[in-house]
């Protein structure tokens, strides 16, 4: 079990530019959610998988952000037309559907700069 | 829908010393209650849970009891040391997939 693992850890880019992460969960989960923490503040939900299927996305992901998990393993999180207020901390968590759902294994993070 | 509140930090303390993080919730239904830790530069851990009333969760010597007549889950310590210096996070869990983070409280454990 090597845990959450989430690349890149830190992105910087200009503003207007596209950027991709990917989360690849601890392998036996099904489940895998997207979260973004902005400084001083807890994480906010922003989307969720089972399996393949996405099942709940949060007011907070506009049309500039798109997640996929296309095999029901790693899941990748794109922002087109990034903006500076896209600038967080974006995380990513997964767990197993029988297991208690708020028990999440969340991973290091990707920091991402929009300058 | 759920939402928490937590105790405003940051927080100061000596090794040692008592700590006590406050939290309370209001949520549909009987959530689950969970305390996650920020340590530096690492991801969100679980701390510790409790899934019933006057369940009592407890992890490397912090304990929270749920309360549900106070709608409570205030986080203990009986003695902090160092490197328990980090974020905390009160989260109600309930009926919807994600879970309701709290803003945190910043621990600081002074030598």
């Known amino acids: 079990d090597t845990g959450v693992s989430q690349n890149p850890r830190h992105k910087i880019t200009k503003r207007g530019q596209n950027v991709t992460f990917r989360c690849d969960p601890i392998s036996e989960h099904n489940r895998l959610y997207w979260y973004r923490q902005t400084l001083g503040q807890g994480p906010e939900f922003l989307t969720y998988f089972q399996n393949e299927a996405q099942l709940e996305k949060s007011r907070l992901l506009s049309d500039r952000f798109s997640a996929e998990r296309p095999k029901g393993s790693f899941s990748t999180l794109e922002i087109q037309r990034t903006e500076q207020g896209d600038s967080a901390m974006y995380l990513c968590?997964?767990?197993?559907?029988?297991?208690?759902?708020?028990?999440?294994?969340f991973g290091p993070g990707t920091r991402l700069t929009v300058t | 829908g759920n939402s928490v509140t937590q105790m405003e930090g940051p927080v100061t303390l000596s090794e040692e010393a008592f700590l006590t993080i406050n939290c309370t919730y209001t949520?549909?239904?009987?959530?689950?209650l969970f305390w996650y830790v920020q340590y530096p530069g690492e991801g969100l851990q679980l701390l510790l849970k409790a899934t019933k009333a006057d369940d009592k969760g407890s992890n490397k010597g912090f304990e929270a009891t749920y309360r549900k007549e106070t709608t409570s889950f205030h986080l203990e310590k009986g003695s902090v040391q160092v490197s328990d210096s980090a974020v905390y996070f009160c989260?109600?869990?309930?009926?919807?997939?994600?879970?309701?983070f709290g803003s945190g409280t910043r621990l600081s454990i002074r030598p």
């Open positions: 968590a997964s767990s197993l559907s029988g297991a208690y759902r708020g028990e999440q294994y």
């Open positions: 989260a109600p869990y309930s009926s919807a997939s994600k879970i309701i």
């Open positions: 949520a549909t239904g009987y959530p689950s």
